[in-house]
């Protein structure tokens, strides 16, 4: 039985610095025992650089966010982070994913910690609970609908990013559920809702899956649990979600 498992974000922080400019190249002096002194040389102006703006970001979701069963430099906000660089820096104000949270919890545990840590872009990853809990799919919608309508009245639609949820049945320890193949077309249907209403509202969208799905071929992107995704599945989800992050970061005000 798979009850023993839950799914369920603490981040580093990270900030971009100001480069200091060299200064311009000067004139020659010329000498003392001249009348005159020699034409100068032309002045350069120095080239301007400015530092790659700074996002405070938080992260929510449950254990697929956390990162549960490897290193916290591994979970796949952290390699975020990285990948941003040196184009936009994220400073990671917190990653409230918990395991086992569901989109009921989001709602009640998370969203009301925002008002103290004035994110500007948030993720949202959250399903795999509801379903492996047995929830419905009308209560995952309306909670999803909350859940992005409250954001939105924080944050502009390109500040915030949805992630899709992997499907477990296919982890080693996934696959031994008795309802597999319900929960697998179940998760499937969620991550259509979650779509459906990120693209209504204009909010950006990640699908994960084609990453996520090699798992019964790679057992490398399973951490040693057998459930949870490894630092190099993270990898990949990364490589998939680095570029739609920039492009929502770097759209002009």
């Known amino acids: ?61 449950d254990s697929y966010t956390i990162g549960t069963a490897i290193k916290a430099r591994n979970r796949w906000p952290n390699q975020l982070v990285r990948a941003l660089l040196p184009d936009v820096a994220l400073e990671l104000a917190a990653n409230l994913g918990v395991n086992g949270r569901t989109s009921a919890q989001l709602i009640e545990e998370q969203l009301p910690r925002l008002d103290s840590l004035e994110a500007d872009f948030v993720t949202v990853l959250i399903g795999v609970n509801d379903v492996f809990q ?53 998760i499937a249907h969620f991550n259509q809702i979650l779509h459906e209403e990120a693209r209504a509202r204009g909010v950006g969208w990640v699908d994960i899956s084609d990453v996520a799905d090699r798992v019964p071929d790679d057992p490398t992107l399973v951490a040693h649990d057998g459930l949870h995704p490894s630092g190099k599945q993270y990898s990949g989800w990364v490589e998939l979600i680095a570029p739609v992050a920039r492009e929502l970061l770097t759209q002009d005000e």
Not at 21 to 38: H, I, K, N, R, V
């Open 1 to 61: 039985m798979l009850a023993v498992y839950v799914f369920g974000a603490v981040l580093v922080g990270c900030s971009g610095g100001t480069v200091s400019e060299p200064p311009g190249e000067g004139s020659s002096t010329g000498s003392t025992a001249l009348p005159a002194a020699p034409a100068a040389s032309p002045m350069r102006a120095p080239t301007a650089r400015t530092s790659p703006r700074s996002f405070r970001y938080v992260a929510l979701g």
């Open 134 to 186: 047995g929830g419905d799919a009308d209560t995952y919608q309306a909670n999803v609908r909350t859940i992005l309508d409250d954001l939105l009245e924080r944050l502009p639609a390109k500040r915030i990013l949805v992630i899709s949820t992997p499907d477990y049945t296919l982890t080693p320890e996934g696959a031994k559920d008795g309802h597999a193949a319900s929960k697998s077309a179940e």
